[in-house]
């Protein structure tokens, strides 16, 4: 038997039921409860591991105990043009946040076609893909990006300065599901590793740099070192220029700007979390971009034309070995039917931080483990 297949699986339904009663329990209310529950549980629907129940205690659940992430989201609206606006979360849950800013996006988008918003003074938002999500579900495209703590090293650099920072899209399609692209502009990232962590595995190589300057694959170490500096996320591309390292670099660029410029946000080590020692809020900025596909061309030509370009990526020649070409999107797809049918499989690390927030909480959940 697979050893997957030994992993017990919990129904989508009861994790984010589970999650809903975590939050309201450490004082988040229920409405903006639900939103942080249902972000979280698209990741695990969509095989995204890193962000979804396993963030549920170390990101929101400490910070909130910790009071550096507030469990009341207030937002102002500190500019606003026709097509533009500018929020602050003031520390409160990002996901909150982030899907207010999209919902403004797409409103303005719908009246003069294109919408942006940017945020300042927010948290870690979940998977990025769900508020890009949101604008293709109202036949639009949706892109979105954020800062985050520092942990990606510059090209030729050691340091951690940037954040994983990811850029994503979705864009509607004639198919089941919308082509949708949520990356880090890094090689990986921390939530990925810490999933190598719980399976006991070393990384690959190339994902990680040590301050010596050479690759780094011993997981629980780096997990250590990658919160004191001595080692760092490489760009996508890796360790090397030749391998198009700079490319990352410069794309992670690109989003820490304007997930900071824009909004007269934090950035860089700002972002840390930590100030004189002591824990401070994250203060993390992010940007949603609505466009209406409408203003441009009939959505249902749209539609077609790249559903006719990712069918041809698909149907293209593939490599001695391989059986199937994917397009974005496609294998969140496929393992959104799976999860839904057999439940989302939680593994052993996962299990104790479930059994700790139940015991905690005093909550009346009767896990299979």
Known sequence: MDINERIPRI?????????????????????DAKVVADVLITADRFGIDSHGISRLKPIYYNRIKQGILSPVTKVDVIREGPTTAVLDGNHGMGHVISKQAMEIAIAKAKEYGMGMVAVRNSSHYGIAGYYTLMAAKAGMIGITGTNARPSIA????????????????????????????????????RGKIEVYGRLDKEIPEGWVIGNDGTARTDTHQILKDLTTGEAALTPLGGLLEETGSHKGYGYATVVEILSAALQGGAFLHALSGEKDGKKVPHALGHFFIAIDIEAFTSLDDFKKTTGDILRDLRASKKAPGKERIYTAGEKEYLTSIERGKKGVPIGESLQKDIRELVQELNLDYDFPF
Request: with cysteine; proline share 11%; net charge negative.
């Open 154 to 189: 510059p090209t030729n650099g050691v340091q951690p300065m940037l954040g994983t920072n990811p850029l994503t899209f979705s864009l509607p399609t004639d198919e089941e599901f919308p082509f949708f692209l949520d990356c880090a502009t890094s090689m990986s990232q």
């Open 11 to 31: 129904s989508e339904e009861t994790l984010e039921n589970f999650m809903l009663d975590v939050l309201v329990g450490v004082g988040v209310p229920k409405e």
